[in-house]
């Protein structure tokens, strides 16, 4: 009898050389079609859901004022290290990053 991996749990997964984001660079990565958008705040990286919650908005491309990110289509902010939207109805899915032998790795 051979074991089966849960195909639905979260699974540990390479997103990018942390060489790729430079301080103050962005990148977004596709992972089992799901839309990542990684950026690096002060030499730290952040990844965060690149859909907006509100009505899918394109966060790769939305405006960073230190840790606050604003989706370019209507407005709403999110602080990318916790995902908190500053009061609105949806906060903004986080995926919490490490670094290992110079990748950065996520639970996705
Ligand atoms: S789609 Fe992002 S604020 Fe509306």
Redesign the pocket.
Known sequence: MSESPDAAASQPVVLADADDIQEGGRKEVVVENRKIAIFNVDGQCYAVNAI??????P?IRGTLDGYRLR??????AFDIRTGDSNGRPHDLEIFPLRCENGRLVAEV
């Open positions: 907006c919650p509100h009505r899918g908005g966060l989706c370019p289509i209507h407005g709403w």
